[in-house]
Every structure is written in C-alpha cells, then in structure tokens.
C-alpha cells in the first residue's frame, strides 16, 4: 500500500468512521459507581460497572481507553488475569451471562495531560473535559453516546490544596478522611452519555444564588471561580437565571436537579461544556467587569451561559445515538441561545451579527476543501467537527424549519420532540420527524438540508409589466458541488420577499413567504402598479447567498426604505460589496452611492445607533473576497481603505456630530447605551481614516480616559492600525495596566494579530517570542495565532512568512494539544481561491505539515483534506 505522503512514513492513516456503519451497542450500562483517589500526579480510578447484554448475540464486551492499562480487572467480584484482552487501546472481555459487574482499576497523571482532555490540571485544579471522546482516557468503558447509565462518584482529595469536590447531580455524602484528606459522594439520577460527565476538585469560591423554577422547585446556582474573580461572576449569574426562565416561557422546559453549578478554568479547548449539571466553562464566557470586558464579551458570556443552560434539554435530556448527529443537538441550542440573545437585547441587531459571523466562518467551510454537511457522513477525528457548519448552519436550519411551520407549530413539534424522546440518544431524523408529526407538513424534501453540504446560489429576476400591473419574480437556485458530492438536488429555501413601490415607498400587500423548491421558478404578482424595488431573503430566512441583479439606486432606496432592519442592512452591504470587487477588478469605483446611503442612514434620527453602527461597517476584507474569483489581498485592502477614507472626509462633519453625541455617556450594562458605545468607536474609526490631524489626539484620548474596556479596546484598535506616535505608548500603557489578566493580555495580542499596517507578520513574529505567549494555554494561542490567521493583509503576505509562522505554530501546537492545533489548520486550505504564487506557497506549508512524523489523527485529517 502506498502512504499519502503523509503522517509518519510507518503510520497508517487513521481510519474513517462512516454514518452508516453505526450500531447499536452489544452491551449497556444502566448503572456505574466511579472511585477517584485524586492526585495531580497519579489520580486512581476504580470504576463498578454494572452491564447487560443487549439482543441475542455472542459478541465480547469492549470497554474503550485511551492511553490506559489496566492494573486490576475483577468480573463479578472475582480478580482476573486472563479472562480479558485488549484490542489496541480497548479492553475486550468474554462474558458468559446476560448481567455482570465488572470492575476496574487504573491510573492517570492529570498534570502531565496537555490534550486538556478527559482528566486535567488548570491553575492548581482538577477538571475533566469528555466531549466528545475524553471519558475513554479516565477509565474504560463503552465510551459511545448511546450507551447511557445513572452515576455514582465518589472522589477523594487534600483538603487544603481541593477543598471544593464536585460532580454531577446532587451531592449525597462526605466527610473528612485521615492524613488531611476528604471526600465526597455525588449522585446524577439521570441516564447520561459517558461525554456529559464531570468532575472538578478545586480550591475556588462561589456566586451563589438561587432560582425557582415555574413549578415551584428551588434551585441552589453557584458559579465557581477563584477568589479575586468573584466580583466578575454577578453578569453570568444574572444570565443563568433569565436562561432559566426563557427555558420555561418560550419551549416549556424546567430544570430539573436541585443543583446547578458552573466552574470557570483557563484551559480549555473549546468555549464551554454542558456537563450534567456541572457546566464547565472556558473563563472568557464567564468572568466580565466593565473595566476587562466589552460590550462583546459581556454579550458572550450572556449567550454561552445560556447555550449551555439549553442543552439540560437539547443534549442532555434528550442526547445524541452517534456524533454524526452532532447537529441534532448544537444546530437547535445554537438556535435556541441566539432567539434568547434576541429576546434580551436589539433582535435586528443580533440578527446582523449572527449572519455576520455565518459568512465569516461557515460560508468559507461550505466552500472549502472542509465542507460537510450539518450531518456529516464520515470522519476521521470527531473533534474536527464541531464546526461553523454544525453549529451555525445548524442553527440556520432550525431557523427555516421554525419559518417554515410558523412559531405555534414549531413550539408543538419541539413540545413532541421532547416527549417522545426523553432519556433516549436520538437522531436528526427524529427531530424531523417530530416537527412534522406535530405540524402535518411534509418535510420530506427538506431533509435535504441535512445531507448536502453547500451554500445554495440563489438568483432573483424581479420585471415589471406596468400595462398588465403585474411583476414576475424569476427564481433559480444551485447548490455548488463540494468534496464527495459533485451534484445536488435543489431544496426547499424559505424566501421572505417584499415588493417596494419605488415612488410610494409602500410595499406591495406587505411581505410574502415564498417556498422555492425547484431549481427554477415563476411568481407572479398581481396590482403592481409602479416600477417595484425587490426586498429578498429579509431577516436572511435561508442560508443562502442571493444574486439578485439590483442597480445602486435601488440597493440605496432600500437601504434607506426597507422596514425589515436585516433587508435594510443587506442592501448597504451589497452595494458596499458592488462598490468594492467593481473597484479591485477597475482599480477604481465610484464611491458616490456608498457615501449618500451612509450620509442618509447616519443622520435619520428614527434609527437605533447600534443598528447605524452596524450598517456603516464596510464588509470585511475577506467577505469582499469571497465574492471574487481570485482573491487579491492587497487590492481589496487598497480598495477598502480609500472607500474608508472617502467615507471619512466626505462625511467629516457627520462622524464628529455622531462621534460628539456618544461620547459624554456614562458607563451602564444597557442596550442604547452599548449601542452608543458602538457607533462611537465606528465613527471614531472613519475620522482616522479621513486623516484628520486630530484624529490620533482623540483615539489616544478615548483610550486614556475610558471608564470601560469597550471603549479602551475600541480606541487600541485604531490606534494600533495606524502610524501615529502614540500608538506604541497605547499598548504599553494597556499592558502594564493588564499585566497578570490573561483573558485581557488575549486582548493585547490579537489586537496586535489584527493588525493592517504593513508590519504585522514581523510583529506577530515577535510577539510568539513574547515572555506572555505560551503554546499550552488555548486561549492564547487563537488570541496571536487564531487571530492572526483571519488577517487577510498580513497572513497572505506574499512573502509567505503568515503562512510559515501558521504552520510552524500548528506543529508545535499539536505536540501539546492535537485539537486545538487542528483549528488553526482551515484558513491554509483555503489555497485555491488565490493567485498561483500563494496558492503554491499555502500548499507547500500544508505539505510540510503532512511529512511530519508524529502527527496528530485531528491535524492529519484537516492539513490533508486541506490539501486535496
Ligand atoms: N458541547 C460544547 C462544545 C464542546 C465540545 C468539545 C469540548 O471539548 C473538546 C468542549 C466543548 C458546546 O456546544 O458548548
Ligand atoms: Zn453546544
């Protein structure tokens, strides 16, 4: 056989593991009783499983492990030596009867664990990440969503140094031991996946609060952090507890233990988990104050609290039969945490940003090497899939199911969903079949959704017959072909769609759903008596990318006219976007309609300035890529900063009057006044680009005297781009203000990744080599090197140093933590959409990645489909 110039020249590639091969499991676990002695050198794990044969077959129970040996097997309390094997890294045992208790004993050095999966040590504590494959390296056991079991544990630790032991469930017992030592005894009543299992032995103090839910039960809350964070918790807390009450309002649904509690680590791979009532949570997503945290953070933490709160349903109560269905539960919280996000807030801003962070991370994966659909069909590594596709897309499909069948609908089939499958590992297909079980409308067709990766390319042809009054709207949709699916079927899109009268302003009989579900089709309307202005896709009711052939008149009526405020600000970005790839592909645009719309948006008094904010953005550098054939890093900056700087001093007087009015606002936590916060450092960032030679004096000045971080981090972004003198002595200010926080340090170096000026590769370069930067924490890796990889200028610097230091950082990266290294991987194989000499340089770093000994099944999988 012949290696694919990869992985290690006597390893074979990993394999792949197909949808279709699932199984259900020979052998279940109603019941398990785990032992921790813990110990950050040698942890002893004694697991007591209780299993059971499950159909009528012959076939060994296999315990998964990873990186484990056993030093005790005991079948039904008798010790044994040769009546189990291991298959690899799987203990294999021969069972004569139906039921048996098998017990084990092994050991584990949790401090020596970088993967920061399974068991681990964080700042002087114990926690345990298991999704989706992590409990396989604490003890053996079936380690598959679909074998679930009630649990007892048991732990045991120094006093001192773990004072607080927690688990899931409720604690049941404790008391302390000889030699300084204590333990304690929590029980979780309810059947749970091995992934959604926890433990934590900490020296931390805890928020405490409580909540009674509708029913009357009252909920013990603490959220556990380090004693000097405290203060910094008040923001989740309050955050838990609205979760908690949307849960019950909008989709019926209670909690259901006497206890909740969430713990704050450092490390952590990903954002946070969902433990069965032991949420553990990346601390970025939950420690915020005014001073270290922005609007943004503060709005993230509010939004993971509640994601994570959602899945005690959608993931928990309700699980997953294989991690295929990984969408079933990530694609509906993620809907469910974005329509509470919207609640809490501005919903049309929210709105924005989640299409916003769609197009900036899943749209590429959809038309990348890395595409999949939201239920993917095989895999190497698991870990790699817990993507924008996944999550977002996922999200995007509920949303057009919750379109499709109308709010009451939805709650019913949701309502069923819940029922029907309580305390089972279901499938997406389920889901389906629940919603349209509930609601009576066929969803065979939309099925599709699930299995065909791809963003459908939708066009739009609006002509207008005045003699007859009618219009006809022409609709096509394609789905491009993506890896292992050259051709698609076409898929029901939900399209809300309004027609403006062009003089009047007045839409014709108000909005329409239209279901597209062919590749080609015709609606007529009917009593249009004036030339009508096409509103599509409003609020973005399908994932999909709209071509719709709009002249810049019209893109600016609507920009100024549409009353959905999603429609509003897509037809600003079009005609930004139009504006751009016309002035790459020329060399020069006419930037006239572009500053009217913005001039007209800024001064209409009736607008929330969050939603201004958000519509005088221009469309980032790598969203105007993508809607080009070949993407040119360097004319689409060139093109975007003088489209910026036009803005800036053509609009000179209307940044000012804007930037004048937000700016004497005392700090509070509310929506207008983070609205305001918003658009004065938007405007503040287009007097910069004017050049106005006073620009420098009020960023520095902003930065200086902010009495929040939104406003400090808003002034170093723009300081930092530019040249000005006090750029420098801004971040050294903000470091040694902030030295000793690493959530805020993160800050300090990605505003330094981001950074557009033309020495950014060297500085980024530098900054690796900075006494903070630290391989093991992954906060801090994405924060330089995350960062830096979405900086279109400076990472495709046609030198190829961004693309070196990339994979330098994912090599040495994945000899610490295969996962994250693997995340950093995606922005190279985005190779083929640029030019011939960087799409060489990009690949010959993914080449070099795969010749490398040693690699990491996660960074295999990615750097080599990357490739192609
Ligand atoms: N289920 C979590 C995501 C998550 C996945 C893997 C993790 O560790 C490797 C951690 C968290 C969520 O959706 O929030
Ligand atoms: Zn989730």
């Known amino acids: 056989m012949t290696m694919p110039d990869a992985q290690t020249a006597t390893a074979a590639p990993p394999p792949v593991i197909h949808r279709e091969d699932y199984r259900p499991p020979d052998w279940l676990v109603p019941d398990v009783a ?230 704050a680590v450092a490390d952590f791979n990903f954002g946070a988990m969902e433990n069965k009532s032991l949420n553990i949570f990346n601390s970025r997503y939950i420690l915020a104050d005014p001073d270290t945290a922005t609007d943004v953070d503060y709005d993230n933490v509010a939004g993971v609290v509640a994601h994570e709160y959602f899945h005690n349903w959608s993931g928990n109560r309700v699980t997953c039969r294989d991690w295929f269905q990984l969408s079933l539960k990530e694609g509906f919280t993620v809907f469910r945490d974005q329509s509470f996000s919207a609640d809490q807030g501005s919903a049309a801003v929210k709105r924005i940003e989640d299409v916003r962070a769609l197009r900036a991370s899943q749209f590429p994966e959809d038309a990348g090497p890395l595409a999949h659909p939201i239920r993917p069909e095989s895999y190497m590594e698991i870990s790699n899939f817990y993507t924008a596709t996944v999550y977002n897309k996922g999200a995007e499909v509920i949303r057009m199911l919750h379109t499709i069948l109308g709010a009451d609908a939805f709650r019913k089939g949701s309502d069923l969903y819940f029922d029907r499958h309580d305390g089972q590992a279901a499938t997406c297909e389920d889901f389906v079949t629940a919603m349209e079980d509930a609601s009576g409308v066929d969803l065979a067709r939309f099925r599709l959704w699930y299995s065909q990766a791809g963003t459908p390319r939708v066009t739009a042809r609006l002509e207008h017959e005045p003699a007859g009054g009618q219009a006809r709207l022409t609709l096509e949709q394609g789905v491009p072909p993506t890896p292992g699916q050259p051709s698609k079927q076409p898929m029901p899109i939900p399209l809300r769609v309004a027609l403006y009268g062009e003089v009047t302003g007045q839409t014709f009989g108000g909005e329409r759903l239209v279901m597209l579900e062919d590749a080609h089709q015709e609606i007529l309307f009917e009593g249009i008596g004036e030339r009508p202005v096409l509103s599509i896709n409003r609020g973005f009711s399908a994932p999909v990318t709209v071509v719709a052939d709009r002249s810049a008149a019209d893109l600016a009526f609507l920009s100024a006219q549409d009353d959905d405020p999603f429609a509003r600000y897509e037809a600003m970005q079009q005609l930004m976007v139009d504006t751009l790839v016309r002035a790459v592909a020329l060399g020069e645009g006419d930037h006239r309609p572009v500053i009217e719309a913005v001039q007209e948006t800024l001064r209409n008094a009736a607008l929330d300035p969050a939603f201004i904010a958000e519509a005088v953005l221009l469309p980032s550098e790598s969203f105007i890529g993508d809607q080009m054939p070949v993407v040119d890093p360097v004319a689409i900056h060139l093109a975007r900063e003088a489209l910026r700087r036009d803005l800036g001093q053509e609009l000179e007087d209307e940044w000012r009057a804007s930037y004048a009015k937000t700016h004497a606002n005392r700090y509070e936590y509310t929506p207008p006044a983070k609205g305001l916060r918003r658009l004065k450092t938007v405007s503040l960032g287009y007097m910069a680009a004017s050049g106005a030679p006073d620009a420098s004096v009020i960023a520095f000045r902003q930065f200086r005297d902010a009495d929040n971080m939104t406003d400090r981090q808003g002034a170093l972004g723009t300081l930092v781009n530019s040249q000005w003198a006090e750029r420098d002595e801004a971040l050294k200010l903000f470091y040694d203000r902030y030295r000793g926080n690493d959530l805020v340090i993160d800050k300090w170096f990605t505003t330094q990744a981001l950074s557009t000026r033309d020495d950014s590769v060297a500085a980024v370069e530098a900054l690796a080599g900075h006494g903070d930067f630290t391989l093991a924490n992954p906060n801090r890796v994405r924060a330089l090197v995350g960062a830096f990889a979405v900086n279109q200028k400076g990472f495709n610097d046609l030198s190829g140093r961004g693309y070196r230091f990339l994979a330098d950082m994912v090599l040495a990266v994945d000899k610490l933590n295969p996962q994250t290294a693997a995340k950093l991987i995606p922005p190279l194989g985005r190779w083929r959409r640029f030019d011939e000499a960087r799409a060489t340089l990009m690949r010959a770093e993914l080449a070099r990645v795969l010749a490398t000994p040693g690699l990491s099944k996660d960074v295999f999988e990615q750097a080599s489909k990357s490739l192609g």
């Open 34 to 263: 785990l032992d921790f002695a813990l110990d950050p050198a040698a942890t002893r794990v004694t697991a007591r499983l209780s299993v059971t044969r499950s159909g009528a077959h012959n076939r060994p129970l296999r315990l998964d492990g990873d990186g484990l040996t056993p030093l005790a097997v005991r079948i039904d309390g008798e010790p044994q030596a040769d009546a189990w094997r291991m298959d690899g890294a799987a203990l294999m045992i021969d069972l004569p009867g139906d039921a048996h208790v098998i017990e084990t004993e092994v050991e584990i050095a949790p401090e020596k664990n970088s993967q920061l999966m399974g068991l681990y040590a964080s700042g002087g504590m114990l926690c345990t990440q298991c999704e989706p494959e992590g409990f396989r390296r604490i003890t053996f056991f079936p380690d598959r969503p679909d074998v679930l079991s009630r649990y007892v544990v048991r732990m045991e630790a120094d006093k001192a140094r773990f004072p607080v032991l927690l688990s899931n469930g409720d604690r049941t017992d404790g008391g302390d031991l000889d030699d300084g030592r204590h333990w304690a005894e929590w029980r979780d009543p309810f059947f749970k996946p091995t992934y959604l299992f926890a433990l934590v032995a900490a020296d931390l103090v805890a928020n405490r609060d409580s909540f009674a839910t509708r029913s009357g039960k009252e909920v013990e809350l603490a959220i556990w952090v380090k004693p000097e964070d405290l203060a910094k918790t008040e923001h989740a807390m309050a955050a838990l507890k609205a979760s908690m009450a949307w849960d019950e309002k909008a989709y019926g649904r209670e909690y259901d233990l006497g206890e909740f509690n969430i713990v």
